[in-house]
């Protein structure tokens, strides 16, 4: 694969996909809003893209209660809230498909409802939404579940 086929791929990703990871990759030394904005490097963005992008991170933070904390570093914030961060900087750029690895595994009951109905909001905008759990309660959320087995995966019906 050449270099122009690897940065086709990077935009693409950047622009059309949202990855929640269950392990929340941050950068330590930057605040949470850097950290979210992030996400927004690999798009090439005006300064009026810029300006909405900001009001969006301060929408989405309002909405999964982290506002009071986007001046603060990341690592001085709970595995709760740093999951949140990862949520809304896979949502910041509104992609088209969002890949969730256990996007509600270190969250309490309340905000991974809150989490969930928003998804649930975003699904019929159109967006699409893969995600991996454990957690039979968040499963039964999901219109297609699927169970990984040792004979492979098998859709639960």
Known sequence: MDNQSINSLAKIRGEKIGYISQFNPMIPKLTVFENIYVALLLKEINNETYLSRVERIKKL?????????????????????????SIIRSLVNEPQLIIADEPTGSLD???????MNYFKMLKSEGLIIILATHSSIIAKQCDVTYQLTSEGLKREE
């Open 61 to 85: 933070s309002k909405l999964f209660e982290i506002e009071k904390l986007l001046d603060k570093k990341i690592e001085s914030l709970s595995g709760g809230e740093i999951q949140r961060v």
């Open 109 to 115: 009951d309340e905000t991974a409802d809150k989490i």
